[in-house]
T-cell receptor
Framework: NAGVTQTPKFQVLKTGQSMTLQCAQD?????MSWYRQDPGMGLRLIHY???????DQGEVPNGYNVSRSTTEDFPLRLLSAAPSQTSVYFC?????????????FGPGTRLLVL | SQQGEEDPQALSIQEGENATMNCSYK?????LQWYRQNSGRGLVHLIL???NEREKHSGRLRVTLDTSKKSSSLLITASRAADTASYFC???????????WGAGTKLIIKP
């Protein structure tokens, strides 16, 4: 199994540009989530999904959209990039509906918004 | 908002020594997890302890949980250079499907 994969690894955007961060898992996990990690802070939840077709907002959802059309994929869209969105983004998945279950993380995407 | 807060923020010890880091949280929980993050990598799950457990072991790791004090500790015995990483605690006390994360402890093992 590849586990959780994320693309791209690095991305530089200009303010106002849009892009999609890709996340896929091959473990048949129901629960998937997106986090951002900023220096000196823990992970902050952006959006999550408890199954295909079901998504919900986390702690910091503004400026981001998600969809979950399949169990495997959970892309994160930045609608109009802002410098405040410069961060490292992690996708994670877990077998069950998420609460308290072991999370499996992707390697991360480093995003710089100029 | 952060549920878990680790301390110390940074810890530097000699190889072979034991490393202890602590996590405090604010609301009641069902369980607490510890994760490790090597520089530039994703997080890796280390151990999960449930609210009805007081201590749990996994290899060189020992985790304790004191629900009355709303705190947990992670002990790494006989540290190795490969243990150099950041360590995070995560709790599920929000009542929904979200884990709440602390800011982490950065552990450096000196050879």
């Amino acid at each position: 199994n590849a586990g959780v994969t994320q693309t791209p690894k690095f991305q530089v955007l200009k303010t106002g540009q849009s892009m999609t961060l890709q996340c896929a898992q091959d473990m048949n996990h129901e629960y998937m989530s997106w986090y951002r990690q900023d220096p000196g802070m823990g992970l902050r939840l952006i959006h999550y999904s408890v199954g295909a077709g079901i998504t919900d907002q986390g702690e910091v959802p503004n400026g981001y959209n998600v969809s979950r059309s399949t169990t495997e994929d959970f892309p994160l869209r930045l609608l109009s990039a802002a410098p405040s969105q410069t961060s490292v983004y992690f996708c994670a998945s877990s077998l069950d509906r998420g609460r308290g279950e072991t999370q499996y993380f992707g390697p991360g995407t480093r995003l710089l918004v100029l | 908002s952060q549920q878990g807060e680790e301390d110390p923020q940074a810890l530097s010890i000699q190889e072979g020594e034991n490393a202890t880091m602590n996590c405090s949280y604010k609301t009641s929980i069902n369980n607490l997890q510890w994760y490790r993050q090597n520089s530039g990598r994703g997080l890796v799950h280390l151990i999960l302890i449930r609210s009805n457990e007081r201590e749990k072991h996994s290899g060189r790791l020992r985790v304790t949980l004191d629900t009355s004090k709303k705190s947990s500790s992670l002990l790494i015995t006989a540290s190795r250079a490969a243990d150099t990483a950041s360590y995070f605690c995560a709790t599920d006390g929000s009542g929904n499907y979200q884990l709440i994360w602390g800011a982490g402890t950065k552990l450096i093992i000196k050879p």
